[in-house]
Structure formats: structure tokens, C-alpha cells
């Protein structure tokens, strides 16, 4: 129906953007500081490499189609059988706390704060953990 289809339509246009932000926190959050820089360039390049591909196959599929009603429908499914595909392997696969224990990057260390001697502070940005009981910033 067509209330249906707009409804749906509004749904994925706004969940896009949320879904951008969260996949650079999920790629952030995974990787060390060092690879941090390169792993959310690589992210960045699969996440935009549909805006390269998805004009030419939609119109592929929209002119080779009886109609342009039934191209632009076969091009709606085939974007949303990929979107509802990828999601239920990504909740099948993706499993942080999993990975970050298996990469090494989770840690059980105290707080920086507590191994601080009284009236010291860590520097903004600092790294838990990354100073030596006794010395200031």
C-alpha cells in the first residue's frame, strides 16, 4: 500500500545518519589508538561506496523493467533485502564486548584516579591508567 510505503521509506532515510554515527563509535571503540585513524578511513570508504554503486544499479534494474513503477519497486527490494540481510548477520557477528576481549584493548586496570596520589588529576584526554603514581601533569 502506499501508506505503507511512505511510512517505511521515512523510517530508513531516518535511521540512515544514526546508523553512520554508530558504526564509526563501533569501529572507534574496537580499535587501538594508533589504527584508529586508518580503520575509520577504511569504515568511511565501505559506508559511501553504495553512494558509487547504488545509481547505476538502481537504474539497471529501473530500465530494465516493463515499467518504471515496477523498476523502481525491484530496486526498493533489492536495497532492503541487502539492508535486512547485513543486519541480521551484523547482530549475529558483531558482538563488542567479544571483540574487544579477543583484541586485547579491553582492559581491567583501576582508574587513572584511583592510582593518583591525593590532589593530583590526570590531563584531559589522558588515557586511564597511562600516568605513574606520583607524577604530575
Given amino acids: 500500500s502506499p501508506v505503507l510505503s511512505i511510512v517505511l521509506m521515512v523510517f530508513g532515510f531516518g535511521t ?10 563501533v569501529v572507534a571503540e574496537l580499535t587501538t589508538i594508533g589504527q584508529r585513524g586508518a580503520n575509520l578511513s577504511i569504515a568511511n570508504a565501505v559506508l559511501t561506496t553504495g553512494g ?16 518504471p513503477a515496477e523498476g523502481y519497486r525491484a ?26 576481549r579477543r583484541l586485547g584493548l579491553d582492559t581491567t586496570a583501576v582508574p587513572a584516579a584511583a592510582s593518583l596520589p591525593t590532589g593530583s ?4 584526554g ?4 597511562s600516568l605513574e603514581a606520583g607524577t604530575r601533569a
Fill in 16 to 25: 540512515a545518519p544514526a546508523l553512520f554515527a554508530i558504526t564509526y563509535l
Fill in 52 to 67: 558509487v554503486f547504488a545509481p547505476a544499479v538502481s537504474g539497471f534494474l529501473i530500465g530494465g523493467a516493463a515499467t
Fill in 75 to 100: 530496486a526498493f527490494a533489492l536495497a532492503g533485502g541487502l539492508l535486512l540481510t547485513f543486519g541480521v548477520l551484523a547482530l549475529i557477528f558483531v558482538n563488542q564486548q567479544r571483540d574487544r
Fill in 121 to 124: 588529576a590526570a590531563p584531559v
Fill in 126 to 129: 589522558a588515557e586511564p591508567g
